[in-house]
């Protein structure tokens, strides 16, 4: 069981930028390879970034690749998404999400627990 709570959402212009963070409590964070997500409304939950459980690789979707950069801190338990060059179309709720050992990387159905979400809104 890992209980996760983003943060650092809110309202950027365009071409601005943001950092998430997912605080990571209960089992060690560290054994989790960890993602962000993101759902807009109307839309289905859509894969966003990953990171392998010691951070070495990453993975990205390919409308944030190149703004967006996921990584992981294993001593302060947290998951980061840095996001820069913002687009309106990148508007939407953000989700943190812990999968097991082996899981897929890069869908919803690969990940076991999920934080609340936080809103990022990108006007343009």
């Known amino acids: 069981q890992v209980q996760l709570v983003e943060s650092g959402g809110g309202l950027v212009q365009a071409g601005g930028s943001l950092r998430l963070s997912c605080a990571a409590s209960?089992?060690?964070?560290?054994?989790?390879?960890m993602g962000w997500f993101r759902q807009a409304p109307g839309k289905e939950r859509e894969f966003v970034a990953a990171?392998?459980?010691?951070?070495?690789?990453?993975y990205y979707a390919d409308s944030v690749k190149g703004r967006f950069t996921i990584s992981r801190d294993n001593v302060k338990n947290t998951l980061y998404l840095q996001m820069s060059s913002l687009k309106p179309e990148d508007t939407a709720v953000y989700y943190c999400a812990a999968r097991d050992r082996g899981a897929d990387a890069v869908t919803v159905s690969g990940y076991d627990y999920w934080g609340q979400g936080t809103q990022v809104t990108v006007s343009s």
């Open positions: 990171i392998r459980r010691s951070g070495g690789s990453t």
């Open positions: 209960g089992r060690t964070f560290s054994t989790y390879g």
